[in-house]
């Protein structure tokens, strides 16, 4: 595989204001992701893993530092080519899904596909591929009110794949499923590492999915530490 570089941070800094003053996430925070890698970030709960995801997707812009896509500053980009780069470039499956509410399973996952500008029919014949692959081609059309934690879950993690992203930003992906289906998902984000080069960052609290990582890093007090390097 080769070590094209898909994102780095330089010394990342993230601040939130608050009423009582300014809570400082992490400073300094320096990390690379080559092409092809699958790493896990464990971490306590508030520790900034969100945060740090939230930055690295460009859905958020950093205090101090940098973030280089591809080894391109995106801090020098505007609204619109962040944008473009979050449509084409990143699959995000957020904590809490973000779904939305009044469309069925797979208009969610055609979404990505529509604002790319897929034709229709394409976009449904991809979006239903997806969904397949993550065994819900038979909840197509049930809104996600009507679906599990789980299924929607899944309905995320087809999402964020269904435009074949070079990077791969999961918040907790398996963390409502059981654990043969998370693993069925673990498979799936396997296979699109050596089909097609993706590069993922795991989010995890779950010991198993660590495991399942070429490298685990642990966010602790603002420093992103390598805690391990598996060799499968
Ligand atoms: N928009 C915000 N405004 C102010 N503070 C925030 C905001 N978002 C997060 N924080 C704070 O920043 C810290 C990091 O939050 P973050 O959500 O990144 O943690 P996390 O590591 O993802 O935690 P968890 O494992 O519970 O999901 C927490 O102390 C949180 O309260
Ligand atoms: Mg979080």
Not at 9 to 15: N, S
Not at 66 to 80: F, M, N, R, Y
Not at 213 to 218: G, I, T
């Amino acid at each position: 595989m080769s070590h094209k570089e898909i994102v780095r941070t330089v010394a990342l800094g993230k601040d939130y204001p608050l009423p009582q003053g300014v809570l400082c996430v992490f400073e300094q925070l320096s990390f690379t992701l080559n092409q092809g890698e699958l790493v896990a970030i464990m971490g306590s709960s508030g520790v900034g893993k969100t945060t740090l995801l939230n930055l690295l997707g460009l859905l958020d812009r950093p205090t101090r530092g940098k973030v280089l896509i591809e080894g391109q500053d995106a801090s020098s980009l505007t609204e619109e080519e962040r944008a473009y780069i979050r449509n084409r470039k990143i699959g995000f499956i957020f904590q809490f899904y973000h779904l939305l509410p009044e469309f069925t399973t797979l208009e969610n996952v055609m979404f990505p596909l529509i604002i790319k500008g897929e034709k229709l029919t394409e976009a449904k014949a991809k979006a239903k591929d997806i969904l397949e692959k993550v065994s819900l081609a038979d909840k197509l059309s049930q809104r996600p009110a009507q679906l599990s934690g789980g299924e929607q879950q899944r309905v995320a993690i087809a999402r964020a794949l269904v435009n074949e992203p070079l990077l791969l930003l999961a918040d907790e992906p398996t963390g409502n499923l059981d654990w043969k289906t998370g693993q069925r998902i673990l498979a799936l984000i396997n296979d699109l590492h050596r089909e097609r080069g993706l590069s993922s960052i795991i989010v995890t609290h779950d010991e198993k999915v660590a495991q399942f990582c070429e490298k685990v890093y642990l966010l602790y007090e603002g420093r992103l530490k390598l805690i391990r390097e598996n060799h499968s």
